[in-house]
């Protein structure tokens, strides 16, 4: 079983819609749980952190935590074209700056 | 502000050959990790480092080492490349070791090993 699992997809999505991204993992002792977005030929970018479960809100994103499922998932409200890119789930599950990632799931964003 | 700088962007190497990656860190961080991003996947923690010293490494063998500058900058060597070792690898910088939410990545250099 992989560490942390997404489904590769693609997933399209229509502009205006929202894209909903999801993320297991399989370490019970995680804490800290990040969503970088990733364009073509470029380096990954932090877009949101959770920490706590729950929802957490940073305009049109919205990350969720359930740690009792192992679950974290990144929703994205009024999906642009700007967003087609590939979504990467993070999980810190050794203390310092040792994240494990998932393969990431390509989003497309459909005019 | 300078971000994160790697060098260089680009590399093409033989099997066999060793290479060395070069890291500068974000103005006023003091910790590098090192990523290995294959093509399709996500990155792969290789090592951090912080005061001068590997504090974390993942499952990479030792054919993978690093050094931390006074300066702050980072350089990973990788000895005896594979072809397996063609990749994207990326530098990511911090303050403090635990400052994952701060994790700033560099754009990347990316190894071609033929």
């Known amino acids: 079983q992989k560490e942390v699992e997404q489904n590769s997809g693609p997933l399209s999505v229509p502009e205006g819609a929202i894209a909903s991204l999801n993320c297991t993992y399989s370490d019970r002792g995680s804490q800290s749980f990040f969503w970088y977005r990733q364009y073509s030929g470029k380096s990954p970018e932090l877009i949101m952190f959770i920490y706590s479960n729950g929802d957490k809100e940073d305009g049109r994103f919205t990350a969720q935590l359930n740690k009792a499922s192992q679950y974290v998932s990144l929703l994205i409200r009024d999906s642009q074209p700007s967003d087609s890119a590939t979504y990467l789930c993070?999980?810190?599950?050794?203390?310092?700056?040792?994240?494990?990632f998932g393969t990431g799931t390509q989003l497309k964003v459909e005019l | 502000d300078a971000g994160v700088t790697q060098s260089p962007t680009h590399l093409i190497k033989t099997r066999g050959q060793q290479v060395t990656l070069r890291c500068s860190p974000k103005s006023g961080h003091d910790t590098v990790s090192w990523y290995q991003q294959a093509l399709g996947q996500g990155p792969q923690f290789i090592f951090q480092?912080?005061?001068?010293?590997?504090?974390q490494r993942g499952n990479f063998p030792d054919r993978f080492s690093g050094h931390q500058f006074p300066n702050y900058s980072s350089e990973l060597n990788v000895n005896a490349l594979l072809l397996g070792d063609s990749a994207l690898y990326l530098c990511a910088s911090s303050l403090g070791v635990g400052g994952s939410e701060k994790l700033f990545f560099g754009s990347g250099t990316q190894l071609s090993v033929l």
């Open positions: 993070a999980v810190n599950t050794g203390g310092g700056n040792k994240l494990t």
């Open positions: 480092y912080y005061e001068e010293e590997e504090r």
